[in-house]
């Protein structure tokens, strides 16, 4: 009995879209290699950041913001490269100390504004939005007990409205003991969403969204930056930055 057509095993390796998937992923590293080296020279300033929080919606307005200015977020790997792993292969003068900067979710900002705006502008700008499960909770949040309001008691009743009662059956699915009484989503007693240190749950990012409560905040923050007329690479800590001169061994921290 001939073997069936659709048993037959196709190998990554031979597939046409696997094989053009990867042509793309190549061609997209190749450009940003490219652009970046472009950018080296053209600035007086690159810039290494890390994002806390990500979201794409705070990440396009860091580049409206910066229209002045080139950023990169892609592979860490390709954009240490282009800055150079070594004096040897470095794009110009110690952009190379730049590189061991870029682990985890960062970026590069090339740019000619000084660091104390560029710092300024980032320390100011830190939009809240709604949590996702895994972040850390920044602090508590209680659902008092009796008539349950939209904002689930952080702002006073007055400025409120009582919580429609079609969204209780999905409180009670997520574990809040409510219950309806004359057409009102009440409860009979406190109901602890989640307390300051808690890792949060999809059920609790759920409810803290359901009350209107931003708990994650997007944050920019500046690691280290090089200066094209000196060479010289700064390391910030903390929002505070201090000038460090470079030697041939690598960079002088404190």
């Given at each position: ?15 046409p ?59 860490t ?24 900067h ?22 100011a ?10 972040i ?24 409120d ?10 409180l ?49 923050a ?33």
């Open positions: 009995m001939p073997s069936s057509k659709r048993a037959k095993v196709v190998h990554l390796s031979k597939n879209s696997s094989a053009a998937q990867k042509k793309t992923c190549k061609i997209q590293a190749q450009k940003l290699y490219d652009n970046i080296r472009q950018a080296i020279p053209r600035y007086a300033y690159a810039y290494v950041f890390a994002v806390d929080n990500m979201r794409n919606t705070y990440l396009k307005d860091v580049r409206s913001e910066l229209v002045d200015s080139r950023l990169f977020f892609g592979k790997k390709v954009m240490a490269k282009a800055l150079g792993d070594s004096p040897a292969t470095e794009a110009q003068l110690g952009t190379s100390l730049l590189a061991p870029l682990t985890g979710q960062v970026g590069l900002i090339f740019s000619s504004r000084d660091p104390a705006a560029v710092l300024a502008h980032f320390d700008f830190r939009p809240l939005d709604y949590a996702r499960a895994g850390i909770a920044p602090r508590s949040f209680i659902l008092p007990k009796g008539t349950l309001y939209t904002r689930g008691g952080e702002v006073n009743q007055d400025e409205v009582p919580l429609a009662h079609s969204v209780e059956p999905t009670r699915k997520l574990g809040v003991p409510t219950r309806l009484v004359k057409g009102k989503v009440e409860l009979e007693q406190d109901f602890v969403v989640c307390s300051k240190g808690d890792v949060l749950g999809s059920g609790q990012t759920t409810l803290l969204k359901t009350f209107g409560v931003t708990m994650a905040e997007f944050r920019v500046i690691r280290a930056y090089w200066h094209s007329e000196t060479g010289q690479v700064t390391v910030v800590k903390g929002g505070d930055y201090d000038t460090m001169d470079v030697e041939n061994s690598g960079e002088i921290i404190k």
